[in-house]
């Protein structure tokens, strides 16, 4: 189990790189549960801390850490901002059509082809 601390830089950290510039954290109470919560000052997306989440809950969530800001566009130096697609490796929609139906050919159809 990380410590609170731990949680919370790393919550943001995240919503930093997305642009977010948190608040302070501050300690909700709801449903017998203990949640840190901090809002962006631009935007007001929230994340939420939680060291001991209940089974299957997570520590860290939000939308600060799932969403760029809205408002801002505050952007960390290290992120990658190249607009072109890096290869990750995997094959194309196009590799994937021949791969399931054989190759362009005129009795399975032919990629891209929506022409009647």
């Not at 997305?18 to 007001?44: K, M, Q």
């Not at 791969?99 to 009647?116: A, Q």
Request: hydrophobic residues 30%; negative net charge; proline residues 4%.
């Amino acid at each position: 189990m990380a410590s609170l601390k731990t949680l919370m830089v790393s919550a943001e950290e995240s919503a930093e790189f997305r642009g977010h510039d948190l608040g302070e954290f501050e300690r909700v109470e709801t449903a017998g549960r203990i949640i840190y919560r901090a809002a962006c000052r631009d935007c007001g997306a929230e994340v939420d801390v939680e060291q001991t989440p209940p089974a299957n809950g997570i520590e860290i969530g939000g939308a600060a850490v799932a969403l760029t800001c809205t408002v801002t566009t505050r952007i960390t130096p290290d992120r990658d901002l190249d607009d072109e697609p890096e290869d990750d490796g995997q094959p194309s929609e196009y590799e994937e059509w021949q791969d399931l139906f054989g190759g362009d050919v005129e009795e399975y159809g032919t990629f891209g082809d929506y022409d009647d």
